[in-house]
């Protein structure tokens, strides 16, 4: 029988949930500040303009899932928190209703993207100012919450990207895919979780391997 390292386990939790937390309440915030920025204020009245993680962690998409995907040796690039509530209909006069929706799901994506650029950014002026990063048993704390918030944020810009609903990336889809799309929206969650879990081949290919290759061209350009 395998040997549970529990420091290990405790460690990986906390570089998985702390990032994890901390990149869905910036994603969160980045619709509801477009929201907001484009007239609805229906975020902003409902408390969810806010760096707050309080106003935007849901128990099981931000903290269960990811856990229970470290715990089962993976690593939790699937996560959630509570949707910002939008209304096109409250969009300021000359905002295209479907426009705006997509400004506001792209904004999420985006400032995840905009993390992970952040922390390579961290990493690499960490290695040219002689920061040290590693020590005698490995990597520091510093080392370590970087380079997987770099990792998570790509993860999570990524998937959010998938043109499937509920994901942001759905309504970035044209209008002629409409009849297709609705239907789907009630299950699209519980069929991403299907080919995620039971269909490797094509979690794969939609997913990891554009993973790695984002993840790959960012660290490139800051020489990583």
């Known amino acids: 029988m395998q040997h549970l390292d529990v420091g290990a386990l405790a460690r990986q939790l906390i570089l998985t949930l702390v990032p994890m937390v901390l990149s869905l309440t910036v994603h969160e915030y980045a619709h509801a500040a477009v929201a907001t920025a484009l007239g609805d204020r229906t975020a902003r009245q409902s408390g969810r303009l806010t760096l707050d993680p309080r106003a ?16 089962l040796g993976g690593m939790a690039f699937i996560g959630w928190a509570k949707p910002v509530p939008c209304r096109p209909d409250r969009f300021r006069k000359g905002v295209p209703p479907r ?16 993390l992970a650029f952040a922390a390579a950014g961290g990493l690499a002026a960490a290695i040219r100012f002689h920061v040290p990063l590693a020590a005698e048993r490995g990597p520091n704390a510093l080392a370590m919450l970087l380079t997987a918030t770099f990792s998570l944020n790509v993860g999570l810009a990524l998937f959010n990207l998938l043109p499937f609903p509920p994901l942001d990336g759905h309504r970035l889809l044209p209008s002629f895919l409409d009849p297709i799309v609705k239907p789907l929206e009630r299950y699209g969650f519980a069929i991403l979780m299907i080919v ?16 790695r290759l984002v993840q790959a061209l960012i660290a490139s350009l800051f020489g990583l």
């Open 56 to 71: 935007h962690v849901d128990p099981w998409g931000t903290l269960i899932i990811p856990a229970l995907s470290v715990v």
């Open 99 to 114: 426009l705006g929706l997509a400004l506001v799901a792209v904004a999420g994506p985006l400032s995840n993207l905009a």
């Open 196 to 211: 995620f879990l039971m269909l490797p081949s094509v979690a794969t290919v939609i997913f990891y391997k554009p993973l």
